[in-house]
């Protein structure tokens, strides 16, 4: 994910109100949200959370008694109460569960859509539960994306490295698809709209951003030797981008392997890295990011008409109820959706 001049997020003394979808009930979506809201800067500011109150009740009764960061009671919390369609157990999900988190994510996209709240967090999901429920959505952007009628969302995951000087932004060319189907997705249109979308969001942080695009296949294809998409299209269609923004400083298509190294150096606190990143498939761009940011990242949807974001990480069954579950990512995911939305 890219860098910015201004590693702080545009300021915005008039917050938009939040809806957070509060995940499958099996897993850590309670946990991390209560701890996240436990923090003084959320004292003042009243998220709406969309879930089951008892079952978020009887979590935070659990929970309490384990050592740890505070909680936020929700007695102090609005929740719109959606009770769970039947009775779930910590750490394991099933096609109840599936079906609770299903509709708890549109019950608080109708919180945006109505205008009631501005932005949505969204804790995680299990995509197997869904499926089992009937539900067969890659992923919650898939949904979100039906329901706002739109045709292409976008998945970016966006971080500011520990010393606050850079921020790590990095978009998804194809997202929740098998490997073998990515090929066949990828063309030059599809590169060019996500570079479109990259440079939007960086631009809200530097208007002149530079841009990495990495290529699709080892040694970005070892000039055909060892693949034939980067000769074939993806570097015509990076030149075809070029000269339609001359502001901006784009590379690629870089070997995949190594052109996150500037990334790894700038979030170490080096020198300044690229504004944004272009991965082309979903673990090419996700194992650096959560490599380098894991607790820090945010998964930010773009292409909705309201921003949407997420923490990094799954459901974490096997440490659900234990209180063991670190709420870094959702905090950023709580702050990115306030300050950007």
Same mark, same amino acid.
């Given at each position: 994910?890219?860098?910015?001049?201004?590693?702080?997020?545009?300021?915005?003394?008039?917050?938009?109100?939040?809806?957070?979808?509060?995940?499958?009930?099996?897993?850590?979506?309670?946990?991390?949200?209560?701890?996240?809201?436990?923090?003084?800067?959320?004292?003042?500011?009243? +998220?709406?959370?969309?879930?089951?109150? #008892?079952?978020?009740?009887?979590?935070?009764?659990?929970?309490?008694?384990?050592?740890?960061?505070?909680?936020?009671?929700?007695?102090?919390?609005?929740?719109?109460?959606?009770?769970?369609?039947?009775?779930?157990?910590?750490?394991?999900?099933?096609?109840?569960?599936?079906?609770?988190?299903?509709?708890?994510?549109?019950?608080?996209?109708?919180?945006? /859509?109505?205008? #009631?709240?501005?932005?949505?967090?969204?804790?995680?999901?299990?995509? @197997?539960? *869904?499926?089992?429920?009937?539900?067969?959505?890659?992923?919650?952007?898939? /949904?979100?994306?039906?329901?706002?009628?739109?045709?292409?969302?976008?998945?970016?995951?966006?971080?500011?490295?520990?010393?606050?000087? *850079?921020?790590?932004?990095?978009?998804?060319?194809?997202?929740?698809?098998?490997? @073998?189907?990515?090929?066949?997705?990828?063309?030059?249109?599809?590169?060019?709209?996500?570079?479109? /979308?990259?440079?939007?969001?960086?631009?809200?942080?530097?208007?002149?951003?530079?841009?990495?695009?990495?290529?699709?296949?080892?040694?970005?294809?070892?000039?055909?030797?060892?693949?034939?998409?980067?000769?074939?299209?993806?570097?015509?269609?990076?030149?075809?981008?070029?000269?339609?923004?001359?502001?901006?400083?784009?590379?690629?298509?870089?070997? +995949?392997?190594?052109?996150?190294?500037?990334?790894?150096?700038?979030?170490?606190?080096?020198?300044?890295?690229?504004?944004?990143?272009?991965?082309?498939?979903?673990?090419?761009?996700?194992?650096?990011?959560?490599?380098?940011?894991?607790?820090?990242?945010?998964?930010?949807?773009?292409?909705?008409?309201?921003? /949407?974001?997420?923490?990094?990480?799954?459901?974490?069954?096997?440490? @659900?109820?234990?209180?063991?579950? #670190?709420?870094?990512?959702?905090?950023?995911?709580?702050?990115?959706?306030?300050?950007?939305?």
């Amino acid at each position: 994910m890219g860098s910015s001049t201004s590693s702080q997020s545009p300021s915005n003394s008039n917050p938009p109100r939040l809806a957070i979808a509060l995940g499958d009930p099996a897993g850590i979506g309670a946990e991390v949200t209560l701890k996240a809201l436990a923090s003084p800067q959320w004292r003042h500011e009243s +998220p709406l959370l969309v879930g089951c109150r #008892r079952w978020l009740e009887e979590s935070y009764e659990q929970l309490r008694h384990h050592p740890g960061p505070p909680l936020r009671d929700p007695a102090e919390l609005e929740v719109l109460d959606l009770p769970l369609a039947a009775p779930c157990q910590v750490g394991v999900s099933s096609p109840a569960c599936g079906e609770s988190s299903f509709a708890w994510l549109t019950a608080a996209w109708e919180q945006v /859509r109505s205008g #009631r709240c501005q932005a949505l967090v969204t804790a995680p999901i299990a995509k @197997a539960s *869904w499926h089992a429920a009937g539900h067969p959505y890659p992923g919650q952007t898939e /949904r979100l994306a039906e329901l706002a009628g739109v045709v292409e969302a976008s998945m970016l995951f966006t971080a500011l490295a520990p010393a606050g000087h *850079w921020r790590l932004n990095t978009l998804l060319a194809t997202t929740h698809i098998p490997l @073998a189907a990515v090929p066949h997705q990828l063309n030059g249109e599809l590169v060019r709209r996500k570079l479109d /979308r990259l440079l939007a969001f960086c631009q809200r942080f530097t208007p002149a951003p530079h841009l990495v695009v990495a290529g699709l296949n080892p040694h970005a294809g070892e000039a055909g030797q060892l693949g034939q998409e980067e000769v074939c299209w993806l570097a015509a269609a990076l030149d075809s981008w070029r000269q339609q923004h001359p502001q901006v400083r784009l590379e690629g298509p870089l070997p +995949p392997d190594s052109c996150w190294l500037s990334a790894a150096a700038a979030w170490a606190g080096g020198e300044q890295g690229p504004d944004g990143y272009l991965a082309l498939y979903h673990d090419q761009g996700l194992i650096p990011v959560k490599l380098l940011a894991f607790d820090a990242a945010v998964n930010t949807t773009l292409g909705l008409p309201f921003l /949407r974001t997420s923490p990094d990480h799954g459901t974490g069954f096997g440490i @659900a109820g234990q209180g063991r579950a #670190r709420a870094t990512s959702m905090a950023a995911a709580l702050l990115t959706a306030r300050d950007l939305g």
